[in-house]
């Protein structure tokens, strides 16, 4: 009893209160989903077909794991590779509506359709079924993965969708548990989107303005985004430059206020609150897509990247790129098409464990501020260079993340070699 107490007591301590009690919720919405995938292979016995993937993800939630799984509906599509899917979602939290036309109607779907039954971590899918269970796993360092979910140590499959997470995965998994990579399925839509010289007006940005772009959410780590490095290396680079700008737009400042106002003194201290625009509301992804298509130069500073989706729809759009040379963005930035930062490893102290999913973390990148601010001048200083190292950026990101190369991606998945 004193262990079980005790497991509770660190459990609020790491979640909090409201943490602990989704987690339950959790653990019996898992339970009911389970009776419901037993029940469907009961009512519908099956001899399910080897070619064909069945995906279980929330996908009408909003947030990037729940676009990944959208973007991989998407890129199955087009592809041509059969799948359905099951939809965990408990409400519908994103207005765009793209991805209905995609998803399996519940009075449709069978359980036992498909062999393959791809999930986010550890999904509800009961193990009794004997179907091939795969988790995919976004993780951003090198250490801590295991503390933080102990249930991949299975002998369930392990997706990676970068070099650096399929290596991660081997060395900090046991032996037991296989692992493989599914290329990442990286979807760009530029349709529709607000044009440069509407969005500069809106924000009160001038034509000439040479504008550096940032997207980041507050609840996915201060510490690991690193705005404020983002800040002091812009300072570095532009404090004396009339027409420079730095644009963070943000997510869920609601729950960080502390946040957002230590980033308005680091303005005022760096002497560049008069290039400082921060856009905290909630704006659609056509808008956010438009803020990026306005910027000359995007910048990610950040300490470790589960894949780094800002870095590389900045890349779609043709835009140059100062990125942490460190993690998963390797997968897609080189020194051929972007401005990668050398960096040095760094050990994490308590109060750099700004999110309970990483306070096992032990080390990760810390960028160098003075070389980030000489590749960002550089890029102000040459703005042929400037453009055209953005133009690399577009050609690689379609070549590399192409239809072709997914569907060569899953067709080995799905062959189990």
Known sequence: MA?????????VQTWGLRGVWNFFIGKIEARRLRHFFLANANSYPLSPSDHGVTIVAPFHANYSLSK????????LHKAGISFQTFDTSKKS???????????????DFRILKYSNVIELFNGPVPKELGLKKSHIVFWEFESGLIETFPGLQSEDLVIAMSDFNLET???QLPDSTPVKKILYPFQFDVLDIPARDDVREQYGIRKDDFVVFFNFDYGSSFFRKNPDGAMRAFAEAFRDVDN???????NHVKEHRDK??????LA???AIADKFITIDEYISKRDVYGLTRCCDLYLSLHRGEGFGLGVAEAMAMGKAVVVTDYSSTKEFCNSDNALPISYSMINLTKADRDHPCYLSVTSCANPDIHEAARAMRKCYDDPVFCKELGAKAKDFIFSYFSTENFRKSMEQFLSHE
Do not use: H
């Open 3 to 11: 262990g079980i107490i005790k497991s509770y007591i660190k459990k």
């Open 68 to 75: 990944s799984m959208r973007d991989f509906i998407f890129s």
């Open 93 to 107: 939290e994103i207005v765009d509506s793209e991805i209905n036309p995609f998803l399996t109607p519940k009075k």
């Open 169 to 171: 995965f081997r060395k």
């Open 244 to 250: 420079a700008k730095l644009v963070f737009k943000t």
């Open 260 to 265: 957002q106002l230590q980033l308005a003194a």
């Open 268 to 270: 005022n201290d760096l």
